[in-house]
């Protein structure tokens, strides 16, 4: 495989990949780290034997939950004083604004759909904490998304290194594709967002226009 997240993988081991999954599922830090293809390249690995799958799909869930439980008590004791926190090469305003905007659309689910999101996945749990979203409920979400996207990947890396022969061939066109999805979605958003706000201020403005 002549991919950088390969060798990464085989060098950090389980520890590793622990440690890259929790943080960027609740540490400021995380939005920085290379989830999605991480987990995905993973399950390839261990499907040639590099990697115990048995080991690494529970390993990356727990890691998972941990790290949003992490993201959520972050928020929670911080409150709206992280609003107020200066920008820093670790944290952006409009970072926290973007997980803002898509948690205020679909409000718990958030936290499922983020998973697959960069940047918004780290933020995500701890503006839920910030909002004191019931602990039940957050811990409900938390597991979905932690199954849809640490074990999700990570068995789909394994299931198709299993029955496709030689798949470090094309392990850089399907982390493009991967990487194009994940980019993909916050861009969708942004742009519906600025319909709906074009549209908004054009029926403002024909009401306006009507009155006068």
Avoid: C
Wanted: proline content about 4%; overall charge positive; glycine content about 8%.
């Amino acid at each position: 495989m002549h991919v950088e997240i390969e060798p990464l993988i085989r060098s950090i081991g389980y520890f590793g990949i622990f440690f890259i999954v929790f943080a960027e599922s609740g540490l400021l830090i995380g939005f920085l780290l290379p989830g999605d293809s991480l987990l995905f390249t993973a399950g390839i690995l261990a499907s040639q034997g590099l990697l115990n799958i048995w080991i690494l799909a529970p390993l990356t869930f727990i890691a998972a939950i941990l790290g949003d439980n992490a993201g959520y008590a972050f928020g929670k004791r911080m409150g709206p004083r992280i609003f107020k926190k200066k920008d820093s090469i670790l944290f952006h305003h409009k970072h926290v604004e973007r997980a803002q905007k898509f948690y205020e659309k679909h409000g718990g689910k958030t936290l499922i759909f983020a998973r697959f999101t960069p940047i918004v996945r780290t933020f995500a749990p701890i503006l839920a904490g910030v909002g004191h979203m019931e602990y039940r409920k957050f811990f409900m979400y938390n597991v979905i998304g932690a199954v849809i996207w640490a074990i999700g990947l990570t068995v789909l890396g394994y299931t198709l290194g299993s029955i496709i022969p030689d798949i470090e061939i094309y392990l850089i066109p399907i982390l493009l594709v991967i990487v194009l999805i994940s980019v993909a979605s916050p861009v969708i958003h942004m742009i519906q967002d600025k319909r709906k706000s074009k549209s908004t201020s054009d029926s403002t403005a024909n009401i306006a226009k009507d009155e006068s």
